[in-house]
Nanobody
């Protein structure tokens, strides 16, 4: 069993930055793919960034490419989402998720329901 705990959310003005953390507790070696997702009120949850933790490669949604950076600290079983140049449309509840995927391609393209473990979420609010 893996437990994910997010932190680092908050309120910032447009153009600001935040760093989200997702700490994994439990048998994290059972997963090899970590995803960051967000859900704004009235909208569907969408993928933001993905890390194929076996090799550390990353994938980003077009809406955040060039502004967000996902990284991992394997020694701490923690992944991060560095968010720069934040926009009001980035306002959402952010979630991290963990799963086991057969390949990097599947990690980057796999549907949300293939992620086995989910965190409780952390709120990010960006004001204009």
């Amino acid at each position: 069993q893996v437990q994910l705990v997010e932190s680092g959310g908050g309120s910032v003005q447009a153009g600001g930055s935040l760093k989200l953390s997702c700490a994994a507790f439990g048998y994290s070696y059972s997963t090899n793919c970590m995803g960051w997702f967000r859900q704004a009120p009235g909208k569907e949850r969408e993928g933001v960034a993905t890390i194929y933790t076996d090799v550390g490669t990353t994938y980003y949604a077009d809406s955040v490419k060039g502004r967000f950076t996902a990284s991992q600290d394997s020694a701490k079983n923690t992944v991060y989402l560095h968010m720069n140049s934040l926009k009001p449309e980035d306002t959402a509840m952010y979630y991290c998720a963990a799963g086991i995927f057969g390949s990097e391609r599947r990690c980057f393209s796999g549907p949300q329901n293939q992620y086995k473990y989910w965190g409780q979420g952390t709120q990010v609010t960006v004001s204009s």
